[in-house]
């Protein structure tokens, strides 16, 4: 039986039968998302859900069966496995989405209850602009322009990656369109249009050593794999720990973060004529005093 998908119009085949396993429906269910143009690493996020924890437990189940007390078991299955929290969210979420969607289309007639898993956010990690510097120094000459971009404008890699010649006019850098895993041509992650801004420095630089670019041409061709062994082998040689992405994107906006509370606390010190800013942060930072 096709039915059209509720998400994103398009046919869906889901054969109805007398027994529908739950491991089977979800396998169709993620390659209908994959056909549907969804991005690589979430359909592998997908794909090892099914393998390692649906259809190992209820793979052989008929869906129209799965309960709330089938989910609260499920739930407590995946607990004494000892997995975090976090990936046992993203496994329920999983289930709970498939089901969601076959009940749209009718072929469930309720939805069970999911437990609330509760996460504990992580603080992200960031790194300096002088480290950022001794990490780059470690980096192929080479390759060295790809990660200042990242570093100075907090972009995406995957943006990066995807950058024209025409895309940067002077110290502004417009982001259209993102390369994915698979190095497919995508549009931005929100799919918008982003302005990003970079030192008239590395604009003077590009400048100069990117002029004979034509305007379609790309600026990068270095793999995702590359820019990960890249990254990995410059951190090693500087001796820093730290992902790409929080090491640019991250750490960009931390940057920022910490640039306006030292403004914000300097202009405040000196409207209020402290001598000493240890004063200004006792007193007068927000939380500090109560606001009626």
């Known amino acids: 039986m096709i039915h059209i998908c509720p998400t994103c119009g398009t046919d869906l085949l889901f054969e109805v039968t007398a027994i529908n396993p739950t491991g089977k429906s979800f396998e169709q269910w993620v390659n209908h998302l994959e056909a549907s143009g969804l991005s690589y690493a979430y359909i592998s996020k997908l794909k090892s859900i099914l393998a390692n924890y649906i259809r190992p437990t209820l793979g052989e ?5 799965i309960s709330s007390r089938v989910v609260f078991d499920f739930y407590s299955t995946l607990l004494t496995r000892g997995l975090a929290s976090k990936t ?8 709970k989405g498939l089901l969601n969607h076959l009940h749209r289309l009718e072929v469930i007639t309720k939805m069970p209850l999911f437990p609330r898993v509760k996460v504990v956010a992580q603080s992200k990690r960031w790194i300096s602009i002088e480290t ?6 470690h980096i192929a000459p080479q390759h060295r322009l790809f990660f200042q971009i990242l ?3 907090g972009m995406r890699p995957g943006e990066a990656r995807a950058l024209k010649r025409r895309d940067i006019d002077g110290t502004i850098i417009t982001v259209e369109r993102a390369l994915d895993e698979r190095n497919n041509l995508r549009p931005t992650k929100t799919g918008h249009v982003y302005q990003y801004q970079i030192s008239e420095a590395l604009s003077l630089f590009i400048e100069l050593n990117l002029s004979h670019y034509l305007p379609e041409a790309n600026l990068f061709t270095l793999s995702r794999s590359g820019i990960q062994r890249a990254w990995t082998m410059a951190c090693k040689a500087a001796q820093v720990s730290i992902p790409l992405y929080q090491a640019c994107r991250h750490s960009k906006a931390s940057q920022i973060n910490e640039w306006c509370e030292h403004d914000r606390l300097s202009r405040l010190k000196s409207a209020l004529q402290h001598e000493h ?6 007193y007068y930072t927000l939380g500090a005093r109560e606001k009626l």
């Open 151 to 153: 570093f100075e404008s």
């Open 88 to 95: 046992i969210k993203h496994i329920l979420d999983a289930l």
């Open 132 to 137: 950022q510097k001794s990490i780059l120094n």
């Open 61 to 65: 189940m008929d869906l129209r069966a």
């Open 277 to 282: 800013v240890a004063t200004t942060i006792k």
